[in-house]
């Protein structure tokens, strides 16, 4: 299984990202997956989550009502879509099957 995130990078607040994490060996149709978030100092923290066969979503109160997790089954990609950025969104951000995980990718928020 190989999970590679891309699409991070510098924002300013209040702006927009998009986060893509592209599946290999691991359908995401069918499957769990979530974006992860670590932050310098900090625990790495659960943002977003997708049960593939129900459709449901899950999200960190903290990112409640501007991330989108997402799915495209023909690309095997998950997405998470982040608006109205914040400083404090500034993180690592991985995606995870659990257990497998990407080696992430940095958002920077200033």
């Known amino acids: 299984v190989q999970l590679v995130e891309s699409g991070g990078g510098s924002a300013q607040a209040g702006g927009s990202l998009r986060l893509s994490c592209a599946a290999s060996g691991y359908s995401v149709s069918t499957g769990y997956m979530a974006w992860f978030r670590q932050a310098p100092g900090k625990e790495r923290e659960g943002v977003a989550r997708i049960y593939t066969g129900s459709g449901n979503t899950y999200y960190a109160d903290s990112v409640k009502g501007r991330f989108t997790i997402s799915r495209d089954n023909a690309k095997n990609t998950v997405y998470l879509q982040m608006n109205s950025l914040k400083p404090e969104d500034t993180a690592h951000y991985y995606c995870?099957?659990?257990?497998?995980w990407g080696q992430g990718t940095q958002v920077t928020v200033s």
């Open positions: 995870t099957n659990l257990p497998d």
